[in-house]
């Protein structure tokens, strides 16, 4: 059963780079597209970006200009890094993996997430 | 980029009665590519509803979806008591794939 585990540091004072890391426990990264996404707090759902494992990424505009996403083939793992932030950047982030089927042209969703990593930025 | 809205933005209902929430999309796409999830406080969200109908797997009877073009609707038929949550839609029908911004589900 595919698990995703996530970490990185949860406390960055303001213009700090964010980074964490997403890894794929008992699955490959072929065949999904691996997403971000973060939650601000009392706040709804919003969508960073996703990358496949080939490493093509395709990020909000809302935040491509401070988003970088990658992925480890040889570890499973994938990873994000949000650079410049601000206290509006205080969110629960998750990692998720997105399945489409291009074929089919069905999207079968966000079907498995990790277990949310809360990052505040303070000074 | 397509906008998704949510409503209504509370739905105060008994356990037992018929829950219908609303997502309605700025442009048309294909109804394959909406998801809907459930999220409980403290927990992330889980997966219930892929294109647009077919329920996630584990995913009791009493969740439905439907709907295309830009209309789509998450039907819960008796609310449980566990079923209190926020519901969010999502698309994949633009490169940015956008939530709406939830529906409060909340005993009344």
């Known amino acids: 059963q595919v698990q995703l585990q996530q970490w990185g540091a949860g406390l960055l004072k303001p213009s700090e780079t964010l980074s964490l890391n997403c890894s794929v426990d008992g699955g490959s990264l072929s065949g999904y597209s691996w997403t971000w996404i973060r939650q601000p707090p009392g706040k709804g759902l919003e969508w960073i970006g996703e990358i496949n494992h080939s490493g093509s990424a395709s990020y909000n505009p809302s935040l491509k200009s401070r988003v970088t996403m990658s992925v480890d083939t040889s570890k499973t793992q994938f990873s994000l890094k949000v650079t410049s932030v601000t206290a509006a950047d205080t969110a629960v982030y998750y990692c998720a993996r997105a399945h489409f089927d291009s074929w089919r042209h069905h999207y079968y969703g966000l079907d498995i997430w990790g277990q949310g990593t809360t990052v505040t930025v303070s000074s | ?108």
């Open chain 2, 1 to 108: 980029e397509i906008v998704l809205t949510q409503s209504p933005r509370t739905l105060p209902l008994s356990p037992g009665e018929r829950a219908t929430l609303s997502c309605r999309a700025s442009k048309s796409f294909s109804s394959s590519y909406l998801a809907w999830y459930q999220q409980k406080p403290g927990q992330a969200p889980r997966l219930l509803i892929h294109g647009a109908s077919s329920r996630a797997s584990g995913i009791p009877d009493r969740f439905s979806g439907s709907g295309s073009g830009t209309d789509f609707t998450l039907t819960i038929s008796r609310v449980e008591p566990e079923d209190f949550a926020v519901y969010y839609c999502q698309q994949y029908g633009s490169s940015v794939r956008t939530f709406g911004q939830g529906t409060k589900v909340e005993i009344k």
